[in-house]
């Protein structure tokens, strides 16, 4: 038996096997170097403060979040209407990563027959569509 072939076997296998580890670790590397993060925005109503009825003239707090995981500073625009009337639109600049909670007094002055939809639109300059939520309201 010849210990010189024995010794030069192990060296080949530990070879082969650090050059294989290099190898995995290259591509694992090169898998995750050219991955980028998910971009989006959440838009969500506070549920415990959501109103379905109330009074005409009666102030009506609405309560939405904008979350920004754009991964820069967005610029969003808010829509909220109510019998396909705008009640405000308005503009506010949120941070990365950050949640701007919105808070709108509204009131209403005509009653309504049955619940009506207060829609919430929330626009961003470079989408076309907005993202929308709503909840039924009934004016009495």
Known sequence: M???DDKMDDFLFKGLVI???IVI???LAA???????????QVYLI????VNSAGAG????????IDNREGKKTEYTYKISF????????T?????????RIIEELSFSDPTEEKEKVLIEIFKPEDEEPYSIWFWLEVK
Do not use: A, R, Y
């Open 2 to 4: 010849d210990l010189t």
């Open 19 to 21: 050059v294989l580890v």
């Open 25 to 27: 670790g290259i591509l």
């Open 31 to 41: 898998s995750f170097i050219g991955v980028e993060p998910e971009t989006f925005t």
């Open 47 to 50: 549920p415990d403060k959501i």
């Open 58 to 65: 009666e102030k009506v707090p609405v309560e939405f979040e």
């Open 83 to 90: 019998k396909k009337q705008t009640l405000v639109e308005e």
């Open 92 to 100: 506010v600049l949120v941070e990365n990563s950050e949640k701007k």
